[in-house]
Each structure stands twice: as C-alpha cells, then as structure tokens.
T-cell receptor, first 112, second 115 residues
Framework: GENVGLHLPTLSVQEGDNSIINCAYS??????FIWYKQESGKGPQFIID?????DKRQGQRVTVLLNKTVKHLSLQIAATQPGDSAVYFC???????????FGAGTRLFVKA | NAGVTQTPKFQVLKTGQSMTLQCAQD?????MYWYRQDPGMGLRLIYY???????DKGEVPNGYNVSRLNKREFSLRLESAAPSQTSVYFC??????????????FGPGTRLTVL
C-alpha cells in the first residue's frame, strides 16, 4: 500500500547548526505533505504543511521542500535550539480527506 | 481554553476487560480522530468522525468502537482488551475547510497496557 517513510531514524546536531530531516513518500496522489513535532510525553504538534503544487514553503525558522520528481520531502530547521529536540513526523493527506498517513518519525537530538 | 483533553492518562487492563477512553475538545472543531502510536512507529488512524453524527473506520479499526457523543466529545471503546492493544492512544480534532490541509490538534495521550 501507499506509505510515508523516513531515511534516518535519528539525527544529532550541534546547537546553532541547521538541521535537515528527510522523508520519502510513495503516494503521488497526495495533495498535502505535513510535518509534525512530538516532544517527549506529549501529543504531536503541527509545524508546517506544503501543497503538492508547491516546491518550497517557509515558516518561522523552518522550511519545507518538496521534490515530486523523486518523491522526497524535507524539513529544514535553522539555528537549531535545544527546544527543537523531539521526534519529527512527515505525513500526507488528500484534500477533503481525513486520513492523514504518518511516517515512522525521526528523533532529533540537539547538543549544547 | 484547554484544547484537546483525554482521560485517563494511564490505564492497565487485564486481557478481556473493557474500557472507554474519553476525549473532549473546546475549539468547536467539526472533525475528531483516534490514533494509536506503537514504539518506533508513527500514528495509525483507528476511527475518525468528520462531523457530529458520523463516524468512519481508519487504518486499524478492528477491536475498537467509537461514539461521537456531541460536537465536543469523541470516545473510543475497547470491548475486550487484548495485549496487542497495548499502545499510546491519541485523540485529535480539526476544523474541516474542504480547501486546505486540516491541521490537527492532539491531546496529551492515554498510555494503555493490557496484561
């Protein structure tokens, strides 16, 4: 079936460096690709989404890139801070749909 | 404004016991969801309710039932718990717009262990 997966299960970065978290997807029909952040002991929290007709979208300190040619999604975090330490999930959804499909997650460690 | 609340936070059941997980949201959202999260895995959708009065199966509905009690509340019931249902359960809600991604707001989760 269709699935969303991740290249790296863990990522360790130095505080202040930029982080890049990658994700591969297989459903070309998805309309939206999304990133969620989950801190320890908490529920996931929406970070940013990108529509399938876009290549790049920027938020506050975060940028999402979508490469439909190779079915690849990435999340870039600028000037990574200790508070960014969490598990990051990529996900996909169709417009008007309710079935968001989540990937397995990447754990980000930020070293002080 | 509490967002999405879930009760209980923790629960231990014996195989065959039943229980209901409660979820409520105060954001006046139309849609609500139940997910489970197993170690090292992403969230998997159990059931969702697109709007008050409707419920639909998600990816892993077997062994569960749901009730959309009103616009605020969406409960998940395990009729006969099995060890395979040991997991962390998350409830979420969103405002359905039909024209953009429906950002989901998640509760803090219920950690369920079935012995």
């Amino acid at each position: 079936g269709e699935n969303v997966g991740l290249h790296l299960p863990t990522l360790s970065v130095q505080e202040g460096d930029n982080s890049i978290i990658n994700c591969a997807y297989s459903n070309s029909a998805s309309d939206y690709f999304i990133w969620y952040k989950q801190e320890s002991g908490k529920g996931p929290q929406f970070i940013i989404d990108i529509r399938s007709n876009m290549d790049k979208r920027q938020g506050q300190r975060v940028t999402v890139l979508l490469n439909k040619t190779v079915k690849h999604l990435s999340l870039q975090i600028a000037a990574t801070q200790p508070g960014d330490s969490a598990v990051y999930f990529c996900a996909e959804e169709n417009t008007g749909g309710f079935k968001t499909i989540f990937g397995a997650g990447t754990r980000l460690f930020v070293k002080a | 404004n509490a967002g999405v609340t879930q009760t209980p936070k923790f629960q231990v059941l014996k195989t065959g016991q039943s229980m209901t997980l409660q979820c409520a949201q105060d954001m006046n959202h139309n849609s609500m969801y139940w997910y489970r999260q197993d170690p090292g895995m992403g969230l998997r959708l159990i059931y969702y309710s697109a709007s008050e009065g409707t419920t639909d199966k998600g990816e892993v509905p077997n062994g569960y039932n749901v009730s959309r009690l009103n616009k605020r509340e969406f409960s998940l019931r395990l009729e006969s718990a099995a060890p395979s249902q040991t997991s962390v359960y998350f409830c979420a809600s969103s405002e359905f717009t039909g024209s953009s991604y429906n950002e989901q707001f998640f509760g803090p989760g219920t950690r369920l262990t079935v012995l």
